[in-house]
C-alpha cells in the first residue's frame, strides 16, 4: 500500500491498520498491518521514511488517520518495565495523531 492509497481510503471512512517503527534513532519505517502480517507503505516506489517520529506522525495525520502504534524494539535488556533481560524488549504505544493536522 502506498501514503496515497492509505490517505484515499482514510478520507473515504475505511480503516487501516498503520504503525511506525523506530529502526534507529534517525529512521521511522511505516507498515501497515493486515492479516497479522506487517507490509511496508511505499512512497515513490520506495519504502517510506522519515527522519523523525514526528514527521512520521505528522505525514499520517496529514492523511487522515486519527491514530497509529508506534513501535520500539531493542536488542538488549534495557527496556524499563521488562521483567527480565532476556525477555523480547519491545516498547507499542497507541498514539492519536488528529491533533497534528494543519
Do not use: C, W
Request: hydrophobic residues 35%.
Amino acid at each position: 500500500m502506498t501514503l496515497k492509497e492509505i490517505g484515499n481510503l482514510s478520507r473515504s471512512g475505511g480503516h487501516v491498520s498503520i504503525e511506525v517503527h523506530a529502526v534507529d534513532p534517525s529512521i521511522y519505517q511505516i507498515f501497515q498491518r493486515f492479516s497479522g502480517r506487517l507490509l511496508p507503505v511505499t512512497d515513490k516506489d520506495r519504502s517510506a521514511r522519515f527522519p523523525s517520529r514526528y514527521s512520521a506522525l505528522k505525514a499520517l495525520a496529514d492523511l487522515g488517520l486519527d491514530e497509529v502504534e508506534f513501535v520500539h524494539r531493542s536488542a538488549y535488556g534495557e527496556m524499563i518495565g521488562a521483567e527480565s533481560p532476556y525477555e523480547h524488549t519491545e516498547l507499542r504505544q497507541r498514539v492519536a495523531i488528529a491533533h497534528l493536522r494543519d
